[in-house]
C-alpha cells in the first residue's frame, strides 16, 4: 500500500473519536441562538449583489437538495435582490462523472454540490486537492462545525464544504405493511429482523423493496450492516486499514456480505433488483407494496410524498447483530454544497454559501431533509423518524464507510460488486479483493 497522504493521516479521527468528540449528535455544538446575529449578512448592494448590476449564479445539484435549496434561495432572494441563482438538479450517479468533467473543464457552475470528506469524484478532498474549491474558512458558522465532523468538511485546516447537518441509514418502512403482517414494533436484533422479513413475505409483500438498478442505492444495505459486523468488534479499523493492518476481505465485511445475500437467498427483495431503480423502491414502499427499503434519512421527504400521508412512513436502526447491545448505526455529513474557486462571481457564491450557514438556515435546510442540524438552538427540531437513532448517536454511531477511503476508485467498484453479487456473476471473497484492489490505488 501506498504512503498515506499527509491530508489523511492529518485528518485521521478514529470511528470512537468521533462521536466521543462530538459528545453525541443530538447535543453536541450547541450553537447560541445568537448565532444569526454574528454571521456575515449579505447586503442587496457591494459584492453581494454584483455591484450597481444584477447578478445570475448558477447551481448544480441532486435531486434530494431541490426541497431545501428552492425554499433558500428564494429567501435569499428577499437579502439580496439583485442577486438570482439558477438551479439546476441531476441524479447522483449523473453529477458524479459530468459535472467532475465540468470541473476538470473549467467550465463548472459557480455553486455546485459537494461531498463530504473523500472517497468520491466530486468529494470535498479530491475537489479541494485539485484547487478547485473555493475556502470557506472566514464564514463564521465554520467556527461551530463540531471537532468530529472537521475531516468531512475540511482539508489542512481550511472549509471548503457547507452542510447543514447529518442523517442516518436505517429502514424506511411502512407502518400499514407492518401492522397487516402482524408486526407490533421495529426489530432490535438480526433475527428478529429476519423474522420480521418473514412475516411481510407470508402477508403477501415484497419484504424490502431494493432499487439496486440506481448505483448508489447499492451501497446502502452493506453501510447499515457494516457498523456491527466490523465497527463494533473493531472501531480502530480505518486507522489499521489506511496502515495496511487491515482489508475488507479479511473482516466483519464479510459477514455484512453474506447477510445481504441472505436476504435475497430467502425471497426478501423484489424480484429483479437490479433492474429497478431508486424511484421505483421509493413508490413500492410509498403505497404499500412493500414492506420497507434500506435508506439514507435525507430521501425520506421523496418517500412521503409519493405515500397516501406522511405518517405512514417511519424509520428505524437496522440491527445487524443478534445482540441489541451490538447494534451500532452509519451516521454521515449529508451532501453539501461549495463554490468553484475559478467562478466569476466568487464573492457573490461565497456570501450565499455564509447565507445558508445562519442558523435559522441551517435549521430550515435540516428539516427538509430529515437531517440532524449541524448545530442547534431553540428552534431546531429533530424529525420524529430519526429519533428512534438518537440513543446510538453517543456511541454506537459511525460515519459512512466512504468519508474515510482514501480515492474516489474504491465506492464505484463497491457499486459494481454488489450488482455482480446480486446477478451471481462473483462471490464475495472476489467482491471483497476488488474493493481492496482498489482501496490500494
Same mark, same amino acid.
Given at each position: ?6 491530508? !489523511? ?8 473519536q ?9 447535543? %453536541? ?6 448565532l444569526? #446575529?454574528?454571521?456575515t449578512?449579505?447586503? *442587496?448592494?457591494g459584492?453581494? $449583489? ?23 434561495? $428564494? =429567501?435569499?432572494? &428577499?437579502?439580496?435582490?439583485? /442577486? ?5 438538479y ?8 459530468s ?8 467550465n ?5 454540490? /459537494?461531498?463530504?470528506?473523500?472517497g ?7 475537489? =479541494?486537492?485539485a ?10 458558522? +465554520? ?9 468531512? @468538511?475540511?482539508?489542512d485546516?481550511? +472549509?471548503?464544504?457547507?452542510? %447543514? ?6 429502514a ?10 402482524g408486526v407490533?414494533a421495529?426489530p +432490535? *436484533?438480526?433475527?428478529?429482523?429476519l423474522?420480521?422479513?418473514? &412475516?411481510? &413475505?407470508?402477508?403477501g ?6 432499487? $439496486?438498478?440506481?448505483?448508489w ?8 450492516l457494516?457498523?456491527s459486523?466490523?465497527? #463494533?468488534k ?5 486507522d489499521k ?5 487491515? +482489508?475488507?476481505?479479511?473482516s466483519?465485511?464479510?459477514q455484512?456480505?453474506?447477510m445481504? !445475500?441472505? !436476504?435475497?437467498?430467502r425471497?426478501?427483495f ?10 421505483q423502491q ?5 403505497t404499500?407494496?412493500a414492506?420497507m ?5 435525507a430521501?425520506?421527504?421523496? @418517500? ?6 406522511p ?13 441489541? %447491545?451490538?447494534?451500532?448505526?452509519p %451516521?454521515?455529513?449529508? /451532501? ?19 447565507? !445558508?450557514?445562519?442558523q435559522?438556515n ?19 427540531t429533530i ?5 428512534? @437513532?438518537l ?5 454506537r454511531?459511525?460515519?459512512f464507510m ?9 465506492q464505484p467498484?463497491h ?7 446480486l ?5 464475495i ?13
Open positions: 500500500m501506498p504512503p498515506v497522504p499527509d491530508r !489523511l493521516r492529518d485528518a485521521k479521527v478514529s470511528r470512537a468521533f462521536f466521543r468528540l462530538m459528545g453525541g449528535i443530538a447535543v %453536541a455544538a450547541m450553537a447560541p441562538a445568537s444569526a #446575529a454574528c454571521s449578512r449579505p447586503e *442587496t448592494t459584492a453581494a $449583489a454584483g455591484g450597481s448590476g444584477a447578478t445570475q449564479l448558477s447551481f448544480v445539484g441532486v435531486a434530494d437538495q431541490k426541497t431545501p435549496m428552492d425554499a433558500l434561495v $428564494a =429567501a435569499y432572494k &428577499k437579502v439580496a435582490p439583485q /442577486v438570482s441563482i439558477g438551479a439546476s441531476a441524479p447522483t450517479d449523473q453529477v458524479q462523472t459535472l467532475r468533467t465540468q470541473l476538470g473543464a473549467g463548472a457552475p459557480d455553486l455546485h454540490v /459537494v461531498y463530504p470528506g473523500n468520491s469524484a466530486m468529494s470535498m478532498s479530491q475537489i =479541494a486537492s484547487g478547485l474549491l473555493a475556502d470557506l474558512s472566514a464564514q463564521a458558522w +465554520t467556527k461551530t462545525i463540531p471537532t468530529g465532523f472537521k475531516p468531512a @468538511f475540511q482539508q485546516g481550511k +472549509t471548503y464544504i457547507f452542510s %447543514a447537518g447529518s442523517s442516518v441509514i436505517g424506511i418502512y411502512n407502518k400499514k405493511v407492518f401492522q397487516e403482517a407490533e421495529p +432490535t *436484533t438480526w433475527t428478529e429482523f423474522d420480521v422479513c418473514e &412475516k411481510i &413475505k407470508k402477508a409483500k415484497t419484504p424490502i423493496a431494493l432499487g $439496486a438498478q440506481t448505483p442505492v447499492t451501497q446502502l444495505i452493506t453501510y447499515a457494516v457498523p459486523t466490523v465497527y #463494533a473493531d472501531p480502530t479499523f480505518d486499514q489506511l496502515a495496511g493492518q487491515a +482489508t475488507f476481505a479479511g466483519g465485511w464479510v455484512a456480505m453474506e445481504y !445475500l441472505e !436476504l435475497q437467498k425471497g426478501f423484489n424480484d429483479n433488483p437490479n433492474g429497478t431503480t431508486f424511484e421509493t413508490s413500492m414502499v410509498a404499500g407494496k414492506g427499503a434500506i435508506q439514507v434519512s430521501v425520506l421527504p421523496d @418517500f412521503r410524498k409519493a405515500a397516501s400521508g405518517d405512514d412512513l417511519s424509520m428505524f436502526p437496522v440491527p445487524g447483530a443478534d445482540d441489541a %447491545a451490538q447494534v451500532w448505526i %451516521a454521515g455529513v449529508v /451532501v453539501g454544497l461549495g463554490a468553484g474557486a475559478k467562478s466569476k462571481h466568487l464573492d457573490q457564491a461565497t456570501a450565499f454559501i455564509d447565507f !445558508l450557514g445562519r435559522e441551517i435549521n430550515a435546510y435540516a428539516k427538509a431533509i430529515s437531517a440532524i442540524p449541524l448545530t442547534q438552538d431553540a428552534n431546531s424529525d420524529p423518524a430519526v429519533e428512534s @437513532f440513543p446510538f448517536t453517543k456511541d454511531a459511525v460515519p466512504d468519508q474515510r477511503w482514501p480515492n474516489a476508485e474504491v467498484t457499486f459494481a460488486v454488489v450488482q455482480d453479487l446477478a451471481g456473476r462473483t462471490s471473497g472476489d467482491a471483497l479483493k476488488k474493493m481492496d484492489e482498489a482501496y490500494k490505488k
